[in-house]
């Protein structure tokens, strides 16, 4: 889980569902979700100062993944 100032949100690896969700503290509702590889085990994540990248570890693909949160998807 990691935290995001920028806009109050808060960044969740789902490790079954090879996928991040993006939850509003606001609303507390899921209000993106950003697939990743298949078969990749997200675990952990964090989120740059300025709330604009998140990196994800992909434990089961032994590298990490760049999240563009301004898109909600995977850059790299």
């Not at 991040?20 to 899921?30: C, E, K, N, P, Q």
């Not at 085990?41 to 570890?57: D, L, Q, W």
């Amino acid at each position: 889980i990691a935290f995001n100032p920028a806009n109050n949100t808060v960044l969740v690896a789902d490790e079954n569902d090879d996928a991040v969700r993006v939850i509003s503290l606001f609303s507390r509702t899921t209000v993106a979700t950003i697939t990743l590889p298949e078969d990749s085990a997200a675990r952990a994540i964090a989120v740059n100062a300025s709330g604009t990248m998140a990196a994800v570890v992909l434990s089961a693909k032994n590298s990490v993944a760049l999240i563009d949160l301004a898109q909600n998807k995977a850059t790299a």
